[in-house]
Structure formats: C-alpha cells, structure tokens
C-alpha cells in the first residue's frame, strides 16, 4: 500500500492467508495478553453491527495470544490503541486512494496509536462482494491495529497484506484471514513493552 501525503499508511484491500497460531515453547495455548482498544464510532455505526465487528476482531487476535479489551480499565493500567469509524477519509485526509478501507497516521516512530476505518467504503465495499459488512469492518480494524503494531509495511500475504479479490473475500468469510507466526510474535512483544512501559508510569505517578 503506498504511503500518502501526510504520511498516511493507507489500506485498500487486504489479501488472506492462512497462518497458525503463536503456541508457547511447551505447545500450549499463549498466554493472552490483554490491550485495551478505544473505539470512537463517528460514524454511527449500528451496536449489532460494530459488537459482531469486535468479535471477529478479537478473535483474530487471540489467535496470536493478545485478548482485545473493548470495555473500561478501572485501574487505567493497560495499554490502549484507539480506533476511529468515521464515515470517510474527505474531512481527515488528503489524497487517500479510492479504494482505501482505513488508514493510520504515522507518529513520529513510524508507528503511532491511532487508526480509521471508512465505514461508507466498508460498507459499499461489502454490497459489491456480497459480503456481511461487520466482517469486512472486523478485518479492517484488524489490519490497522496491526500496523499501529507492527509499523507500516505490508506483508505479501495474510492480514497484512495490501489488497484482496473475491478469492480472499471469500477466505475472510470463512475466517481463514489470519497474521503469520512472526507477526504474531512480534505483536506479542510490542504489547508487552507497552505493558511494561504503561506500568512504569502507574509506578511513577504512584509516588
């Protein structure tokens, strides 16, 4: 996906693979460590639709051992991403491409902590395939969060690649999308450096 002005990284179709999970060295299941995700729904999202939307998402994620926390942190001790839905990208970026889904301002690492998802695109984009428009807006929350985890590149295949056609639509719809084992590892250690640095700052505002 190409890098726009304002250096957006800018998804438009994202092409499926299939890829296991991350197992520990034991076999076992991964611990699932948990990060919170903000979700700003500008766009009037219908609940029915953005809570199926959150599921799928989730269950993505657990496939690589990170448990999605949609709802509060009393303790305000774990690390959050925020995901914007907003109606399109005409009022919040420049020359984003037609066919772009969401995108992700980059910070100053390359990285940043927040992402859109163009919910008039995902939805005219699910008309079109035929396809169930919460499990398009799962994927593409999916693939943003991935890069405010794994940085702006694209990969050649799985969730992260930048484009698909009505072959990986129909994997989406089987929920065969999937990250590779790397990039799983690599979310887990990104999440659990985010961990340890939200709990440093519990530590220091502590004292």
């Known amino acids: 996906m190409a890098k726009t002005a304002r250096n957006l990284v800018v998804i438009g179709i994202v092409v499926a693979g299939l890829a296991g999970t991350t197992p520990s060295a034991s076999g076992a299941e991964p611990e699932l460590l948990p990060i919170r995700i903000l979700v700003g729904n500008v766009a009037g ?38 995901m ?15 066919t772009a889904l969401g995108a992700v301002p980059a910070g100053d690492d390359g990285v940043g902590r927040l992402a859109y998802a163009f919910h008039e695109r995902i939805q005219a984009s699910a008309r079109r395939q035929g396809t169930d428009p919460a499990t398009i807006l799962a994927y593409v929350m999916a693939h943003e969060l991935g890069h405010l985890l794994l940085g702006k590149s694209h990969s050649s295949t799985g969730i992260m690649s930048g484009h698909w056609d009505r072959s990986e639509t129909q994997s989406i719809e089987r929920s065969a999308l999937r990250f590779t084992n790397e990039q799983g590892k690599s979310i887990r250690s990104t999440v659990n450096e985010m961990s340890a640095d939200r709990r440093r700052m519990a530590g220091i505002v502590a004292h």
């Open 84 to 98: 914007r839905i907003v109606s399109g990208p005409d009022h919040w970026f420049e020359r984003v491409a037609a």
């Open 45 to 82: 999202v219908r609940p029915d639709m953005l809570v199926r939307a959150q599921t799928e998402t989730a269950r993505v994620y657990a496939a690589v051992g990170i448990r999605l926390v949609w709802e509060g942190d009393p303790l305000n001790l774990l690390p959050h991403l925020t």
